[in-house]
């Protein structure tokens, strides 16, 4: 049987993708995708907050191939590579991450991208929820996942933007907004109150080489000359940051329900377990497995 495309058949409805925030685990949405792409469904606007701005744009610009390959690759070490230590406005600047993707993949600017596409952030000054539909893709993502405390801010027009995620987590409105007539929505943050500080002994490795060394055990929760498994001032800010998430996100789709939601259950994941892809992948292709008859049966 010849697999359904909703982009060729006119009484489909306007299908809309609303990728979730979630740091690491939205390595997650690129299962999600292959279970849709393996099930012949395409979605025909896609929305991202925070990291799934960042999947929805690769997805957008039909890089999605080139882009799990290299995430598969990710190792520890190669994170740490990426990531530029700052002290003023967040631990992180993100400049190494920018210039990576500007080196790696064409940004033809969000009006260029094959789908329609659209990604959220917060106005820092006012709180206000801020949707990018125009202008650099790159830009426009590395606003969106300027998760607070961790990754500095971004001006664009005069203004501070920082993560999509504090406001509007899963982008259900912005999908509806930009067309979609029905939405498929994955929501990362559901399992997150489920999670436990792990207390098992840290595993043996050589002692920090450097501050940066040091300050990246840190942010792991190791104190790295006692071994012993500890919540971070990182650990903390974050579990509060998941509280307000979980809520906002709560709130956010009994207010603008999506027609599926899509939940991973990555509740073990770190916020910095991008060496992860794997697992996230596969829980992403699991989870959207177990809604495709939802999914489905609205499509007719």
Request: charged residues 25%.
């Amino acid at each position: 049987m010849k697999p359904t495309s909703i982009h060729t058949a006119a009484r489909r409805p306007r299908l809309g993708l609303a990728l979730g925030s979630g740091s690491a685990r939205g390595w997650s949405h690129v299962g999600v995708i292959r279970a849709l792409e393996a099930a012949g469904v395409r979605p025909d606007v896609i929305c991202g907050s925070s990291v799934g701005a960042l999947i929805g744009a690769v997805y957008a610009a039909g890089e999605l191939d080139r882009f799990e390959q290299w995430i598969r690759g990710l190792r520890w070490r190669s994170v740490l590579a990426l990531l530029d230590m700052k002290i003023d406005g967040g631990l992180i600047e993100g400049s190494r991450l920018v210039e990576f993707f500007r080196r790696h993949f064409a940004d033809p600017g969000i009006e260029g991208l094959a789908l329609p596409f659209g990604c959220v952030a917060t106005d820092l000054a006012t709180g206000a929820e801020v949707w990018l539909r125009d202008g650099a893709v790159i830009e426009s993502v590395r606003a969106s996942a300027a998760l607070p405390g961790l990754l500095t801010p971004v001006e664009r027009d005069g203004t501070l933007l920082v993560d999509g995620g504090l406001v509007n987590p899963v982008p259900v409105s912005l999908c509806r907004a930009m067309g979609a007539e029905m939405v498929v929505a994955v929501d990362l943050n559901w399992s997150l109150m489920r999670r436990r500080l792990r207390r098992e002994p840290a595993p043996a490795q050589q002692a920090p080489s450097g501050l940066v060394d040091e300050l990246m055990q840190r942010v792991r929760g190791r104190r790295p000359r006692t071994g012993r498994q500890l919540p971070s001032l990182l650990d903390v800010l974050l579990g509060s940051l998941n509280i307000m998430q979980v809520r906002i996100t709560n709130s956010r789709l009994a207010g603008e329900p999506a027609d599926v939601v899509v939940r991973p259950d990555l509740s073990d994941f770190g916020l910095l377990d991008f060496h992860r892809a794997a697992v996230a992948i596969a829980e992403g292709e699991r989870a959207m497995s177990r809604a495709l008859p939802a999914l489905q049966e609205l499509l007719g």
